[in-house]
């Protein structure tokens, strides 16, 4: 059975992670810097901070970001339950709007006309769906509008390029970035995630709340007494300044993660080739599509097909088990947010965002990953072609 994503592990991210287990140090260790550094130099932003899992990391940046009860986070619902959960998890209330129909990303135009219509949104969060980033320019400028800041969910988009060609993930048109190194995405560290900003203040928030809320670099001590003596720092203090979390990630994790790094071009090179070759099979069936035309700046996290199941009078289960018959197997990203029964039980209608469900009712992902050889695409298109057409 082919997969629809996986991840690609070779000698080198097992010896990287046994050195770890020799070291003596399993975490918060050297790997831990190193593997924020790397990140944070390669996508060209001043500070990054590696926690626990993508969902840590947007739970973290919601909270930097000032959300809460009282106030909203505005995303597309064309992206994981996470991206949402993160505002759900700090007391405020999610809100969605529509996605552009030929990027499958937030649309610019209804964002500006859904903070029009609800003045408590605090933070646009856009997903880079896919892979592919969002008309960010557009974006920003719709938040700052609103007196809002921008949270990117970049967890498709390690290694794309904005269309200024700036590396997602530089903050230039962001507070903040959040990654993710769950397996099936560009690099895996088994979980993990990261947020990069150019904002020390949000920097130093996000340390802290990765660990408790207690006191990071030079944070200053609050009970004067209690903290030093005779002049002198106590050793042995720390304080808790605010409600953290334990949301540390491990230099296990960070090993296995740095040692995938090294190979992030060429992962991100083969899956375009793969892309590509997808887009010239398919160019001539009638009843499909990909969902997304753009391949020189994406990630290539999916390979999403769009199909006219009425057009083709086949439905989409239907197709899917044909597949899976033929050892494809196929996903569907995303259900959109809004349709989850706690969405709903929220206030959250489908029908309030058309050009998602409409995408909804037509996407199917099929496998795109590194180790996906010639042959077992060529297997992929030998099926494709055969049910969809
Ligand atoms: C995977 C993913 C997340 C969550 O990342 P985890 O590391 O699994 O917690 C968030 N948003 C999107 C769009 C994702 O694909």
Redesign the pocket.
Known sequence: MIPYGRQHIDERDVEAVVDVLRSGLLTQGPKVDAFEAAVRDYVGAKYAVAVA????G?HLASMAAGLGPGSALLTSPI??V??SNAALYTGARPTFADVDPTTVNLSPEATRVALAASRDVRVVSP?HFGGLPCDMPALKAAADAAGAVVVE?A??ALGARYADGGRVGNCQHSLMTVF???PV?AIAAG???MVTTNNEDVYRRLLRLRSHGINKLDDAFVVADESSEGGQSNPWYYEMLELGYHYRITDIQCALALAQFSRLDEFIARRRLLAERYDAAFAGLEHCRPAQGERARSGHHLYVMRIDFAGLKRSRSDVMRALRERGIGTQVHYIPVTNHPVYRSLGWRPEGTPDAQHYYREALSIPLFFDLSDDEQAQVIAAVLQVVS
């Open positions: 899992s993508g969902t840590a947007l992206t994981f996470a991206t997903v969910d967890a498709h993710s190194f769950h995405k979980e993990g995630g």
